[in-house]
């Protein structure tokens, strides 16, 4: 009887290890979370120099990067829920009205029912940028070409730490352009490659518990 394939077979993944990717021809990736900007609310001389600060910070890679939007759809479930337990205990019928109006509005502007409609679906959005190594980029590599096929080199533990210390050196390159750009940079966990990987394959599943602060005035 045929083995059945596993999802990790299609997958370009061989392992995730101390904060790296490392895909099955050995090329490793680090993932790092990008903060955004209101880029429109910036004066004209703030946007242009921005876009300088992107340009200059482009032409000073000599090796690729990947930026990666993550858009998940908000399920706010939870906070809906809490609304309704303050309005079910609120003894002031004005502000139980109050209470039920603002929660409807939610409801109608998640739901897509005009007019809050309007808005459509609310998302929250995560912004990455993939950093990768090769090790054929370092010296003594097993990484040979010989008619038109390379070979996948082996990965010993003096490689990997090796090209990982390469690896965080570009990332630092990196935090620092985009810092100048005024975007904070961070490098994602092993846990935390884990958990994007897996959101990114179980969208449905991963979306994203919103729980705000209940607002002041329908708290009393």
Known sequence: ?????STQDFLEIDQIREGVVILKNKA???????????FALKSDEEQASI?????EFLNSLDFPLQIVIQSRRL????YIDG???????????????QTEAYRKFIEDVVSGAPPAGRYGEIMAKNFFVVVPFTLVETKGADGNQLLGAIKIPVLTEEKFQMAKQQLWQRMEFVALGLRRCGLQAMPLTTPEIVELFWSLHHPKQAEVGYYPEVPPELAK
Do not use: C, D, H
Not at 28 to 38: H, T
Not at 83 to 97: F, G, M, T, W, Y
């Open 28 to 38: 490793l990736r680090a993932i790092m979370m990008v903060s955004s900007l209101n």
């Open 83 to 97: 609304i309704k337990v303050l309005e079910s205990k609120q003894p002031n019928e004005l502000l139980r009205a």
């Open 1 to 5: 009887m045929p083995k059945t394939a």
């Open 51 to 55: 876009i300088y600060q992107f340009q």
């Open 75 to 78: 399920n706010i479930t939870g």
